[in-house]
Antibody, heavy 116, light 110 residues
Framework: QVQLVQSGAGVKKPGSSVMVSCKAS????????IAWVRQAPGQGLEWMGR????????KYAEKFQGRVTITADRSTGTAHMELTSLRSEDTAIYYC?????????WGQGTLVTVSS | QSALTQPASVSGSPGQSITISCSGT?????????VSWYQQHPGKVPKVIIY???KRPSGVSNRFSGSKAGNTASLTISGLQAEDEADYYC??????????FGGGTKLTVL
């Protein structure tokens, strides 16, 4: 069964960038679609974008176009999400998840705090 | 891509049934049966409880069911139990490989 383990993030300054990584536990990574979803404190879930690793094809939510880049390293089974020009509103837990026609499983989440 | 509309909160007593609505448009929930529902307990990772509008993953209680009428999807929980107290989120395909979530509903079991 696929498990997703996330790493990265922490406290970032406004205007800087953050990268969060998501490693799949087994070899289905290449044939999966990996999505990124974030959740601001006390708020709802927000789909940011996705990548199909085997094709390297990405799709981003309009809101994040130009600020987010999702990449995948098939050799390590790891997806990466980079968000630039950080502002306080980007403070959130960032999740990766396998996207089928739904999202399952999810990574454990990574807290990104944007603060000066 | 506007968020789907859910009630902020619903409540019910143990044993009762409740329904959480998820209102979208003809560009998302109204046009696709790719609606899923997630349960999230405080501090925990979201868990899928309904996918493709009406299907339940293995291990999810049959007390959870999904449906849709027009642009509005619904999640019904029957025989409410204390452990059902959580936040619930709907999600729909919005076409073109994009997805949109609802704002979430806090379920309180009285």
């Amino acid at each position: 069964q696929v498990q997703l383990v996330q790493s990265g993030a922490g406290v970032k300054k406004p205007g800087s960038s953050v990268m969060v990584s998501c490693k799949a536990s087994e070899g289905t990574f290449s044939t999966s679609t990996i999505a990124w979803v974030r959740q601001a404190p006390g708020q709802g879930l927000e789909w940011m974008g996705r990548i199909v690793p085997i094709l390297g094809v990405t799709k981003y939510a309009e809101k994040f176009q130009g600020r987010v880049t999702i990449t995948a390293d098939r050799s390590t089974g790891t997806a990466h999400m980079e968000l630039t020009s950080l502002r306080s509103e980007d403070t959130a837990i960032y999740y990766c998840a396998r996207e089928i026609n739904w999202f399952d499983p999810w990574g454990q989440g990574t807290l990104v705090t944007v603060s000066s | 891509q506007s968020a789907l509309t859910q009630p902020a909160s619903v409540s019910g007593s143990p044993g009762q049934s409740i329904t959480i609505s998820c209102s979208g448009t003809s560009s998302d929930a109204g046009n696709y049966d790719l609606v899923s529902w997630y349960q999230q307990h405080p501090g925990k990772v979201p868990k899928v409880i309904i996918y493709e509008l009406t299907k339940r993953p293995s291990g999810v209680s049959n007390r959870f069911s999904g449906s849709k009428a027009g642009n509005t999807a619904s999640l019904t929980i029957s025989g409410l139990q204390a452990e059902d107290e959580a936040d619930y989120y709907c999600c729909s395909s919005a076409g073109g490989g994009t997805w949109v979530f609802g704002g979430g509903t806090k379920l309180t079991v009285l």
